[in-house]
């Protein structure tokens, strides 16, 4: 489209079979975690070798270009290492004394990117404790369509509990960039919160709820 | 199997869109050319629209602009990557770094965001928003575009 408008285009190609198919007049393809084509966050230098690497495919004189990039970054699924601060309340539940104890993490992570945060697709950073509590209720046996699902849309919803874990998480870890899906590992199956949710989503398969309420509630391989 | 080699083997199977005549420039140097991002990880600054579910629109991304969301819909990437560094998505700092040493002659004043979670039928973005976001940084005096997929 853009190259039929007249506009040269270079891809960055995540997925080597699309890129073969789909033949673009040229791509790099670059085995690289999926959510990082630029390959390494706070790289500086590396990102720049992608980018004069993308941009000599414009010396070609014919296409399709199709060139692999010679470095393979592994999306390392082992959890993070993160411990989460005590929230010191023996009355909350597990998920909620986390959420508690990362608040001040999530409260730097937003900071730190100047107001930026992905949570508030469903719910604010305050209603995440609220949240969870229903999903623990659907875990518990409440029927999923008479819970109460904030925002009524559980994709939205554990994006943003996810989003403030893992921006919190970040303030929290010490050390290079963790890898791709390293959080996501740590999320869903190192913290309690992370828990309630596969135990929510697990409720609303069982019951035969949509397909796309439970699938989209976690990666597709959990 | 790894979430990533799980996605890249679902995407082995997914049609994907063919073009029996495939459009080709010979761009100006680089060093003289417009480059503009175009990416499909759905970003749009904090005050504009979010992406809608099977949203098959675009948004702008002005040159400027740096409260960046995520708002792609799929939850099988990686998301800190962006939370720690927006570059590794959308490298808009690492143009600006190749306009001021001169290997690229400058950076768009408009960058464009689709969505990338579509059904697998993308004809709207084909036909309609596709050609029209083109139009667009067309317009603008774009030379190159460099795509970056989520």
Not at chain 2, 43 to 49: F, Q, R, S
Not at chain 2, 128 to 144: C, R, S
Request: charge should be negative; glycine fraction near 8%.
């Amino acid at each position: 489209m853009f190259e039929k408008a007249g506009i040269a285009t270079v891809t960055l190609a995540s997925t080597l079979s699309v890129a073969e198919r789909m033949q673009p007049p040229r791509a790099l393809w670059a085995d690289f975690p999926l959510g990082r084509p630029l390959g390494h966050p706070r790289d500086v230098e590396f990102q720049h070798d992608v980018l004069r690497r993308a941009f000599a495919l414009l010396d070609a004189d014919v296409g399709p270009v199709l060139v692999h990039h010679p470095d393979v970054i592994e999306s390392d699924e082992t959890p993070l290492s993160c411990s989460i601060p005590p929230a010191f309340d023996a009355d909350a539940s597990p998920a909620a004394q986390e959420i508690r104890g990362l608040q001040k993490a999530y409260e730097r992570s937003v900071a730190a990117r100047d107001g930026v945060t992905e949570v508030g697709r469903s719910i604010g950073p305050d209603e995440i404790e609220h949240a969870v509590a229903v999903l623990q209720s659907i875990a518990d046996g409440t029927p999923w369509n008479e819970a109460g699902i904030p925002g009524g849309n559980t994709i939205s919803l554990i994006h943003d509990i996810r989003s403030y874990f893992e921006e919190a998480a970040m303030q929290l870890v010490d050390g290079p960039p963790p890898a791709g899906r390293a959080a996501e590992a740590w999320f869903f199956e190192e913290t309690e919160t992370g828990k309630v949710v596969m135990a929510a989503r697990q409720a609303i398969k069982d019951a035969d709820g949509p397909f796309p309420v439970w699938f989209y509630m976690a990666p597709g391989h959990r | 199997m790894s979430g990533d080699v799980a996605m890249r083997a679902l995407g082995d199977n997914f049609p994907v869109p063919t073009f029996d005549d495939p459009a080709w420039v010979t761009p100006k140097p680089l060093s003289q050319a417009m480059v503009a991002i175009v990416t499909s990880a759905a970003i749009h600054t904090t005050d504009d629209e979010r992406f809608a579910p099977g949203d098959t629109g675009f948004r702008y991304v002005p040159r400027a602009a740096r409260d960046l969301v995520l708002g792609h819909w799929s939850p099988n990437f990686d998301r800190t990557g962006f939370a720690l560094d927006l570059n590794v998505v959308f490298p808009i700092d690492r143009l600006e770094e190749l306009a001021a040493d001169g290997t690229i002659g400058s950076v768009a004043p408009r960058h464009v965001a689709f969505a990338g979670n579509q059904p697998d039928d993308v004809a709207t973005i084909i036909h309609d928003t596709g050609p029209a976001a083109a139009a667009e940084l067309k317009a603008d005096g774009v030379d190159i575009v460099l795509l970056t997929p989520v």
